[in-house]
């Protein structure tokens, strides 16, 4: 059944929730008008701020993000919500439970709210998410919060989708500091020490702190990263939160940054469509294909991986 | 400065450590004649059993490695080591301490001891380490033991270099079976835990016995990993280690899984060695490349990333 996607667009781009969730979910499911829908998209984006938010199990990512959204809103603010699921590739098991702390914003009209999926392969969030943020960009979200449960890769990508990366922690995860030490000092923008009426807030805070000024020292105008204590679940600290985002991309706006990171965005989304399109031409899920023949000949030694690799790109292209 | 690759291979062949070490530096190193000794290098290849060894920081696995090491030379097989340090896409830092424990090795004939860092994007682990793999494969190695530390994606990434995947637990590390559960579960053809001289050992082995039996009932032949205790400090267990690899090789040998298993790994090889190919055309690194110009013109709204992957690859390829 075909869609009257030009229809979806213009009632998304007036707000319709409907039409919007529709959409997402023809760009999600890889439908055959994906690349229609796409197209009629594309001169609708631009405007909207998106912000990655991220953080381990336990820090309060949904409550805080449910605080955010009220801050937003507050401000007169179109706010949409993309809550991303990073599945093992193997278990396509969930790892985000319930949103119930979203429930608040669901009658909302100005409120668009949608969990993903991102199991499979060449990208997992990378691959769908882009597409669910032009939608919402489409749709005049002022703002988009991506969440994202800060584990293995999917820390990384979150940083690579969004204008600016938010990192969350709590108190008494001091270990955890150390074990994702390597990821999320590199990747923050502003980090935000939520569920801060516990004890070990300033030990966490001091820690971070401590943490992010061993790095070299900074450039003058170079962007340093606030550490905003929140407790989201009371709403506190959250303005400051705002306004360190609004900081931040002030910062961004003037330095150049914003429009670096959105093309080299634009250019891994273009890379990795292209990418994906190729691997369908080399036939890499189907056994009896020409890559599985190749295979087996360097199995049996009689050619090498890289003379392999050439004769697929000149048999197959 | 050519190298003769032809005389460098055969002295590999014979067993000679500087040749192999040298081999491994041109393999990892990308060089110029990367492709020449690739194809050299075929024909000598897929005799080694390649055993993955994995798990978090502090379960020893480098001594389990150096107890492996020293069972395998008692039954007069030729053994390669490959340290992999998955560092992070970011900081190039290591992870992986020291090598002392293989020190005791180190001047033994029979065995190749290499340690490797696989930063870098596309890939990483799965980039670098095949090539190595085949040197020590032509170089006589009955046994490739591959050592990575079980961080984000470098478990599941050894799970699909290796023959066999062995995943190491120590007791004590209860938290640490939840956290990883998603993927070691998945991926471990055998079970260690190690310091089993120490309280918790067998509360490790019945939790991680559980959380195996938890999974769909299986098939009559299909394969039960077992879990095997060991204190690799002192040499313990090591050789029913030895045993449960023996029996894992024997049944994938008996159904076909290790002929899959390596179909699967070279048609994976094969594809990321077209798919690099096919990124270093378009022009993935440079900031005045084709990609580059599409990019600004989907942020522009004038395009459409899917638009722009077609141009991409038709005006590349």
Chains 1, 2 share one sequence.
Request: charged share 25%; glycine share 10%.
């Amino acid at each position: 059944m075909s869609i009257d996607v030009p229809s979806l667009v213009a009632q998304a781009r007036e707000g319709r929730p409907r039409a919007v969730a529709r959409l997402i979910s023809l760009v999600e499911g890889a439908s055959p008008q994906l690349r229609e829908v796409m197209a009629a998209l594309a001169p609708l984006t631009g405007r909207a701020y998106v912000v990655g938010l991220t953080g381990s199990p336990g820090v309060g990512k949904s409550t805080s993000t449910s605080a955010l959204v009220t801050a937003y809103r507050k401000r007169g603010k179109r706010v949409g919500v993309l809550a991303v699921d990073p599945s093992s590739p193997f278990s396509g098991g969930a790892l985000l439970g319930d949103r119930v702390r979203m429930q608040e914003h669901a009658t909302d009209p100005e409120v668009f709210i949608r969990s993903m999926a991102t199991r499979g392969h060449l990208g997992g969030l990378a691959w769908s998410a882009p597409q669910a943020i032009r939608v919402l960009d489409a749709a005049g979200c002022d703002v988009v919060l991506v969440e994202t449960v800060g584990v293995g890769q999917s820390e990384v990508e979150i940083a690579a989708q969004a204008d600016t990366t938010m990192v969350l922690l709590a108190p008494g995860m001091g270990d955890g500091i150390q074990a994702a030490k390597a990821g999320i000092l590199e990747i923050g923008d502003v980090y935000v020490v939520n569920k801060a009426d516990r004890d070990g807030a300033d030990a966490t805070a001091r820690e971070l702190n401590h943490m992010l000024g061993l790095g070299e020292a900074r450039k003058p105008g170079d962007w340093r990263p606030p550490i905003v204590k929140t407790v989201a679940a009371k709403g506190e600290g959250v303005d400051e939160v705002v306004e360190a985002l609004e900081k931040h991309y002030a910062w961004m706006s003037e330095h150049g940054e914003l429009t670096a990171r959105r093309l080299r965005r634009a250019s891994a989304e273009i890379e990795t469509i292209a990418l994906t399109a190729l691997r369908e031409r080399f036939g890499s899920l189907h056994e009896d294909s020409r890559l599985a023949a190749l295979a087996g000949r360097v199995t049996a030694g009689e050619t090498d991986p890289y003379a392999a690799a050439d004769e697929l790109i000149a048999t197959t292209l």
